[in-house]
């Protein structure tokens, strides 16, 4: 089956750096996003990977590694705007988006 | 970048009336368009993927006749929700796939639309 899994909920710190992991399993794969969702918005796209490595933009960085089925969104010196969902997807073969139940980031002064 | 909007952003109606809600692409064209529903506290959803010039694909679960989806030109889709129920009651998000740039499939999203039935 397609599964993607990511933490529920992290807490962090103001000024401070979080990495918010994603585990995927996938019927094919072309390509990893990430979204950021505020309470009561639709989600904005962030970054999309579709060969391993690091993507870095500006305070929020996006790594992909295909073999280990995996990748991680960090962002870095917080700020309490970036309290929100942030979600993982993967596309399959047919560039269907699989959707994690996204990770609730809750940032503390 | 690329904008999509979503009229209306809220909607109010007695249990059942119809309601349209259209998704549009506005600075680029969108031979695909997903509509999502997401409840409270829960992930996205996806519904149906509309295609332009064809029939609607509907997710297991999701009744077609009760959601209706017209995908008719390359910048607008709609979804209406026939004869609405209060558990109809959500917020519905659009989304297009924007090909430009050699591949990459990236989805942007609508800015979505509340229901509420009464």
């Known amino acids: 089956g397609q599964n993607i899994d990511q933490p529920t909920e992290m807490t962090a710190t103001e000024g401070a750096i979080v990495q918010i992991n994603c585990t995927y399993q996938?019927?094919?794969?072309?390509?990893l996003f990430w979204y950021q969702q505020h309470a009561g918005e639709a989600p904005t796209f962030l970054s999309y990977?579709?060969l391993d490595g690091l993507e870095e933009k500006g305070r929020f960085s996006s790594f992909l590694s295909r073999s280990k089925g995996y990748s991680y969104l960090l962002l870095k010196e917080l700020q309490m705007k970036d309290s929100a969902s942030y979600l993982c997807?993967?596309?399959?073969?047919?560039?269907?988006?699989?959707w994690g139940a996204g990770t609730k980031l809750i940032i503390k002064p | 970048g690329a904008v999509v909007s979503q009229h209306p952003s809220w909607v109010i109606c007695k249990s059942g009336t119809s309601v349209k809600i259209e998704c549009r692409s506005l600075?680029?064209?969108?031979?695909?368009m997903f509509w999502y529903r997401q409840f409270p506290k829960q992930s996205l959803m996806l519904m149906a993927t509309?295609?332009?010039?064809?029939?609607?694909?509907?997710e297991q679960g999701v009744e077609k006749d009760k959601f209706l989806i017209n995908h008719a030109s390359l910048t607008l889709s709609t979804l209406t929700v026939t004869s609405a129920h209060p558990e109809d009651s959500s917020f519905y998000i659009c989304?297009?796939?924007?090909?430009?740039?050699?591949?990459?499939?990236?989805?942007?999203f609508g800015p979505g639309t509340r229901l509420l039935v009464l």
């Open positions: 997807a993967a596309t399959d073969s047919n560039y269907q988006l699989i």
């Open positions: 996938t019927s094919g794969f072309n390509g």
């Open positions: 990977n579709v």
């Open positions: 989304s297009a796939r924007d090909i430009r740039g050699g591949g990459q499939e990236t989805q942007y």
């Open positions: 600075d680029f064209q969108a031979t695909t």
């Open positions: 509309s295609n332009e010039g064809s029939k609607a694909t509907y």
